[in-house]
């Protein structure tokens, strides 16, 4: 077995499957992909990428199938389905997952096209894999696919860890060796086993904390916007085709923009984090209903309508309406007195979180410095914003 | 300035007044009493000692005073304050709270008496401190006393971070930096700055998990016990001077009740971990209310009422019913908008966190692993215990 | 399988004889003796006992037991062994190792007496252990016997990384898990792989550092030798058998010093840091041959004469002499170019870290803060040491 | 002030000088050049950057400047200078200094140049710092400007922990606060404080151990030697001016490379990890003294003459053969007995680790897996390499 040095889970070890795969062009692009995108320009130490947090995952995976016994077979496919379940990222990572959507009308989860047309497929095969197996467990269908893509997936067990430590906000660290050791098969689902109701608990209160301190963080919302409002140009104009878009590096997109005129000035803005700023930071209840989780189209028009009242420049209005926040986690398996139930069934804990996740909900209106004051007054009448 | 080394905080620097106080017999003996008493039959690296912790608060201390620019006075006795603050405590700290107040009539925090009759109230006077401001301030009261013992008191803020380095439990770990950072002065009073729900909310989600995973694990809880129980008998039969009790060492304790013979069993199980175990472990809503937070009086007579009808001897049940939780820090003030607030009026997490700890409530009736059917019959019946 | 959480190295898990041993007295009494005694008056926060150490190694144990595939008799002997290695340790360890030794003429690892005369042998059989040959493993004796103790054991393995982890001192915390991962079997004899230089060179610098900042601090070494002279004293006495007095625990130990009216004034002065100072500390080239490494009743006549030409009592004079410092890691055998070769033949640190704990030797003369003048001049003379 | 938070260092703060140069382009630009470089292709969690590691250096310089009460101006501009040291490196750091010191005859010290041509002069002067001193302070220059670049400066203090954290190899993991705490100003020059031999060893030691493990790790200096020998193509070949070479970004230069013919497959092999293999990995005393070391030019011309007797392609054979190695803080001063001495004069570690260093050298010579044979025949007779 080959070893590799991880600054989180320490000595990963590497069956040949692994080794093989990471070998592969989808796979070490992911060492070009930040893990959280845009979240160092708050955090300047958070430049972990896809690939390290791919090889973390993988790492869990086989920790996690060797202590529930899975037959050799499953836990080969489970493996490599964690190991390459990030493929599928566009650059910036969830930052354009949204404009990817929109123009390949794909999740980053699906990643059937991507095993056929790179030579991802080949290997898993050479492997005696089969190519649409691991796709549906990455994106957690088939047998424990929810180990890889679920309530209680190994992804997220990596993720909070590692954000906390390249972050260095404490409130990631979870006790993902304990959640590894509550994990059962209840009924050929997964489950934890009873006396676990704080740690599933103490997993959502970790990323409800990640949410409000980094994940969400403003600085972050408003490059992110920036990017996915020029990367919709770049789409739209035709300069770039989605596909080839989808795998591109974080760094390859920000020089595409760059070359593009139309798209260069916010390019330029981001790499330099010469961001526009908040001209609206509404909380839920001061804004209506209906502005809530804007459709793309319905966004750009208010935009539009925005930049016409305050005289300022189309591109100067970036709209950043999230949808309602959602937690998967409180509907984890927990066995409680031998039954399997759902978490939020049994905690109280879960629906004050889900009030803390509304809570931290924003609608951001952002502007350069310049134009912060006109912007801000006509959002204000746009979106009927309450004060 | 000397320096000492602290597995938590790096380097403190200690001022003459520390180091002199430092030197003191009070002082030194905290070196012998356990942050976490019993904590270490559970996880056995929990063994750091009041003495570092009272280091560690003094220098979160040192660090507040210094950003809230508090003149050099009352920085000085805020800071010999945190030094001092849990000289009060009796071996083995909490566990023996209860039966040192019933004999005593003081709670730890209660230090006056003890900067009086030792040289610890000399070496305050040598410095230029006066003893009963200083034994006001342990207890909450004067002059931001609340930063040594108040809702958003460096104590915990220390005790949380420290008990999860040592017991590597990392839900402690939370942004002390953050709150130190935060702290202001609004009208006299500490108060987080704006902005700062999350940071409030994340103490008293640490101390909420650490409370389920260890302060209250059912293995310290029982030893606990079985010192309290063991403790009032060499109190009440006058076997140890009160005030010479509260001032023994934890060794010193179990040392004792291993020289009185009525006691010796207990000391004896208590040291080689060989512990009574859960006869009845009920959850809140199947006890009866008056039978939730007992007298030790109707604690005593319920065990012996239990005993009788089990027919165990008296010394083989163990009642242990924990008053209501209650949780200070959902008091703690924190700037919203320009006005201080109280964080329960401004956090939904809170009243999650309130029904958690009433959730992880239990109470528990001990008794000799051979014992253990016929006391669970009994005090089904006695303590009317529904299924 | 049961867990137990650890700070060090996370989760462990104890098979059932394991679990078995733990539930002894010989095994609980190692949760009150310090694994490094007297350091703590130096490192506050270094208060970790020899009973997490020994989860800790027998952690490892399993780990490397589990890589090298060790035959299933063999490795449950050698986890075994690695979990009661430091049964045989006195009250404060190292510190009274000598005292021991000259009274009972043994050292700690020789265990053989312990587990006859404990349920620890008992257990043992009842496992199907042979008592015996454990307690030849505990002594590096037997087949990989040096796993447990010896030039690349496991013990050493935990201590550096748990000191560390507990001192605040980063200079122990070694890879421990490369360690593991180099070693290897050759010819029935442990050595580390190919190109793993660099790792044994890290294991013996990173004592080296420990020894000169943490282990001989002089702090320490002077409340070492204050119990030394202390314990000599009650056991030339007869206050205690020798027998008893290596299974005390550490409180037990400065509880019984306080009782005896000859060893009172050094217990007090122990337990709260009022210890002596040095009159005389002198480097190795500052000190006649014959001065170093002294025997005990050569020692006790020098600080007599010491002590009548100072015209101080005689018990005011404490003299510390250590032996040649010795590196056994510099004997480690380590593959290279396919041949095991000892450490010190292939690596140019092995004689500079040699030189360096020569230069770190001192000979040290103690005692009270008042005294230090005349003794320091009586010393000087009888010792011959130069200027 | 504004804080930052880090992993390393946790909160920094930043005064408004520190922001304005945050905020300029050169700094910016730092986000996007990799602290380690090709590290990354060995420890793939190292991918911090050298903008963390400049934030890192400023909060260390910032400590050092309080602790030694340097007065107010002076440390003004050593806290610049420290914030702006590395904005000189050009595109992955140290593996591309030697293709520019070619083209341009500049160090990445020199800074004057980047000072006069960008904003960041402007913003030093706009706060009453005059960019030339700065410049020289970086350069080690002027009063105290060791504290930046020189025997004792915080420059390693911080990228030795910084490497640590980040690839998870303890060994760079040295007391930095020990280090801050032991600087005095003796004469007008930086020293260590009687007593810290040790502490000035433990970071001799730290950087010879990351060396080993770390930074002349094989894999990265192949990468390292990949990229050096293309860079060159594309220098000579005039394609990018030197000036505009040295200020490209790590994805800039890969994207430079592939965009040219005949860099591309350099650059594809090294995006992809698709590297050159060891075809030779001589140690010291194998390879003729005038052979290590070697000049530019005769590197090309021995690859060449390697090419041809294998029948290789010239570009494939990579030579790579470093210089002696050297050890600036063997001459660090530091005080014993009231005297400031040179570390090398007083450590018995020092030579030992001087021979380490030279242990680990090793000549070099990379080619494509398919050439390795030839290749490695060719380059023993033309190198005259003994066996």
């Excluded at 590894?180 to 676990?196: H, P, Q, T």
């Excluded at 001061?286 to 935009?303: A, F, H, K, Q, S």
Aim: net charge negative.
């Amino acid at each position: 077995m080959t070893t590799i040095k991880d600054s989180v889970h320490d000595y990963i070890e590497l069956e040949p499957t692994a080794e093989a795969l990471l070998d592969t062009e989808p796979m070490q692009r992911l060492r070009y992909v930040r893990q959280l995108s845009t979240v160092q320009f708050v955090y300047p130490s958070a430049n972990h990428t896809r690939f390290e947090h791919s090889l973390g995952v993988y790492h869990l995976a086989s920790e996690a199938v060797d202590r529930l016994s899975i037959d050799d077979d499953l836990a080969h496919r489970l493996r490599a389905a964690a190991l390459v379940h990030d493929v599928g990222h566009g650059p910036f990572g969830h930052q354009t997952e949204a404009a990817i959507e929109r123009h390949l009308g794909r999740h980053h989860d699906e990643i059937g096209w991507l095993l056929e047309e790179t030579e991802l497929g080949d290997v898993l095969e050479e492997y005696g894999l089969d190519p649409d197996a691991v796709a549906a467990t990455v994106d957690g269908r088939g047998p424990l696919g929810e180990l890889v893509a679920g309530t209680l997936d190994v992804d997220r067990m990596d993720y909070l860890v590692r954000d906390a430590h390249h972050t260095g906000v404490p409130y990631g660290t979870i006790d993902h060796a304990r959640l590894l050791y509550a994990l059962e098969i209840v009924d050929g689902e997964l489950a934890l086993a009873d006396g676990n109701v704080a740690t599933a608990e103490s997993a959502l209160i970790a990323r409800t904390l990640m949410n409000a301190t980094v994940y969400r963080h403003h600085v972050s919302r408003i490059a992110g916007s920036m990017l996915d409002r020029a990367s919709e140009r770049l789409l739209s104009d035709g300069v770039v085709d989605p596909e080839r878009f989808a795998r591109l590096t974080d760094s390859e997109l920000l020089a595409t923009l760059e070359e593009y005129e139309p798209t260069a000035g916010f390019a330029d803005r981001i790499r330099n984090r010469d961001l526009y700023k908040r001209a609206v930071w509404a909380r839920r209840e001061e804004v209506p209903e209906e502005c809530r989780g804007l459709e793309y189209d319905r966004t750009r028009n208010l935009e539009r309508e925005i930049a016409e009242i305050a005289d300022v420049d189309s591109e100067h209005v970036v709209l950043d309406s999230p949808g309602e926040p959602s937690s998967p986690e409180s509907r984890a398996r927990i066995v409680v007195d031998g039954e399997p139930r759902r978490l939020e069934d049994r905690s109280s804990l879960v629906s004050g979180l889900d009030a803390c996740a509304r809570e931290i909900w924003r609608l951001g209106v952002y502007a350069p410095e310049d134009a912060l004051e006109p912007v801000r007054e006509a959002a204000a009448t746009v979106l009927e914003i309450e004060d």
